[in-house]
């Protein structure tokens, strides 16, 4: 087997943390036998710098003729003053569109030995872990009409969506459910808005495909609370595309880190992963970034573009062991963590690879018996 991947490593910290990605993937493909054709494309500032073009047409074309594109993070501080359709960020929307995903999944898993970073308590956060799907291409940011007409101080949105629209991405919801703890939560705001009870319904309809996960309807304000008071209750949120931004960013302090946290955008032509942070340019080429949601990101991709589920196991387990065994990047550093390691980009890269041969050697030699 082979995957063809197009990595467009961008700027600041992204290639930095994408070496770590790739270097993962090429060791897991080699221990299994299979093989990841790679293809390294220019996106964002780079990709201004070479080609004048922050998606030169080349580098879209190779995304659109591989099995999966690998992003690392675009923007840097010297394009600031340019126009926003002009800026490496518009790069990454482009290629996103382009692309087509319409389900963006963004789990938010507490790790124990982390527990300290977070700022809720460890007994609230101990153990969860929540799979967003968040839908993408509709909902109050692409609704048509949208204005804001200075003269009449007026400015306007529409948060639109068809049952189409609604069933395919309730779909991957319970899909995914079905292979993890047989539970969504529907967020919506049905109490109040028309297109919400459009979306509740839709989602109940599709819920009669799988009568063996539950689900469960939540307002988006209520939501917002209990994720913080019982996070545990979570398995696979689903919800419209401005309630899923909102509440996956603030689900994401239960990791402790933004450097923790992967994505994956699929059901589109080519699925789309990428690390959730930025390009951290206040730390780019400093040795400090965390490769963690790179590696968590390279492992989705195994996941939802090769289905290899149990090598997309390997490596978060390699990553919970890495982080038990005490090392840390600086993001993940506390003062009051006895025994902890501070480790750079690339030694927290070698520590995950390590990890992972020792977990997969003991998986063919359980095989082999
Ligand atoms: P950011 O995510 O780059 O950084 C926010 C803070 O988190 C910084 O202090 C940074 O040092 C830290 N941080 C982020 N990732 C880290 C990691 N892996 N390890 C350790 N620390 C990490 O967000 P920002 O500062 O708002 O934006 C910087 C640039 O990135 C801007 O140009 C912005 O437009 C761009 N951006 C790109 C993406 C993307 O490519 N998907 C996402 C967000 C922001």
Redesign the pocket.
């Known amino acids: 087997m082979k995957i063809k991947v197009t990595i467009v490593a ?1 700027d ?3 290639p930095e ?1 994408t070496r770590e990605a790739v270097h993962i993937l090429e060791s897991v493909g080699q221990l299994n036998g299979y093989k990841f054709q790679f293809t390294e494309m220019p996106i ?1 500032g780079v990709a201004i710098r070479q080609h004048g073009s922050p998606l030169p047409t080349t580098t879209l074309d190779a995304a659109l003729d591989s099995d999966a594109v690998l ?7 010297e ?2 003053s340019l126009p926003p359709d002009k800026r ?2 518009a790069g ?1 929307l482009q290629l996103r569109h382009a692309l087509g995903g319409f389900a963006n999944l963004r789990p938010s898993v507490a790790y124990a030995s982390l527990s300290n970073n977070s700022p809720l308590r460890p007994e609230v956060t101990d153990g969860a872990d929540i799979l967003f799907v968040r839908e993408l291409l509709g909902g109050l940011y692409f609704g048509e009409p949208r204005s804001w007409d200075r003269e009449t101080g007026v400015g306007l949105n529409t948060m639109r969506y068809t049952r189409d629209e609604v069933v395919r991405v309730a779909r991957i919801a319970f899909e995914l459910a079905q292979k993890r703890r047989k539970k969504v939560t529907s967020v919506d705001k049905a109490n109040v808005l028309e297109v919400s009870q459009l979306w509740r319904a839709t989602v109940i309809d599709v819920a009669a495909e799988y009568p063996d996960v539950a689900l469960e309807h939540q307002y988006v304000d209520a939501c917002a609370m209990h994720l913080m008071n019982t996070p545990r209750n979570f398995d696979v949120v689903v919800t419209e595309n401005l309630f899923g931004d909102i509440l996956s960013d603030e689900a994401a302090v239960i990791t402790g ?3 923790m946290l992967p994505s994956a955008t699929i059901g589109g032509k080519v699925n789309l992963y ?10 780019a080429g400093t040795g ?4 963690l ?2 590696i968590l990101t390279a492992a989705m991709l195994l996941r939802h573009t090769a289905n290899l589920e149990q090598d997309a196991l390997a490596i978060e387990t390699a990553v919970q062991r890495v982080l038990t065994r005490g090392y840390r ?3 993940l550093a506390r003062t009051n963590q006895p025994g902890q390691q501070i480790v750079t980009t690339q030694e927290m890269g070698r520590l995950v690879f390590e990890v992972l041969n020792e977990i997969i050697d003991r998986r063919q030699a359980m095989h082999a018996v």
């Open positions: 961008g600041g910290i992204g943390v964002g992003l690392g993070a675009v923007g840097g501080n394009f600031n490496p960020e990454l880190s933004l450097g990428e690390p959730v942070h930025g390009s951290a340019p206040d730390i400090k970034a965390n490769p949601g790179a990047t600086a993001d």
